[in-house]
């Protein structure tokens, strides 16, 4: 049974850090690339990152370069989402999908977690 499980969310400061854990179960991370995605109140779902299945590629949406790391460890079959110098306009339920990434965000994701809530705020 393919599951996708995040955890790792919360209530941050501006400027604190979180980081997201996506445990996959199911599938094998050495074979399927694994997305980030988060919705904020009253907005569209939007692409955050995303990291390949073999070698490791990752993308980011330009909002987080340089505030975002992810990464994943096959073994653990668990992608994570480093999140630092956070902004309230991170503030989102953010959710992990299993979708290709080859250089942008996959367009038609197979598998979703629940989702978990990032609030940014002082």
């Known amino acids: 049974q393919v599951q996708l499980v995040e955890s790792g969310g919360g209530l941050v400061q501006p400027g604190g850090s979180l980081r997201l854990s996506c445990v996959v179960s199911g599938f094998a991370l050495e074979y399927y690339a694994i997305n980030w995605f988060r919705q904020a109140p009253g907005k569209e779902r939007e692409g955050v990152s995303c990291i390949s299945e073999r070698h490791g590629s990752t993308y980011y949406v330009d909002s987080v370069k340089g505030r975002f790391t992810i990464s994943k460890d096959n073994t653990r079959n668990t992608v994570f989402l480093q999140m630092n110098n956070l902004k309230p306009e991170d503030t989102a339920v953010y959710y992990c999908?299993?979708?290709?990434?080859?250089?942008?965000?996959?367009?038609?994701?197979?598998?979703w977690g629940q989702g978990i809530q990032v609030t940014v705020s002082s």
């Open positions: 999908a299993a979708d290709v990434c080859d250089g942008k965000m996959g367009l038609a994701p197979w598998a």
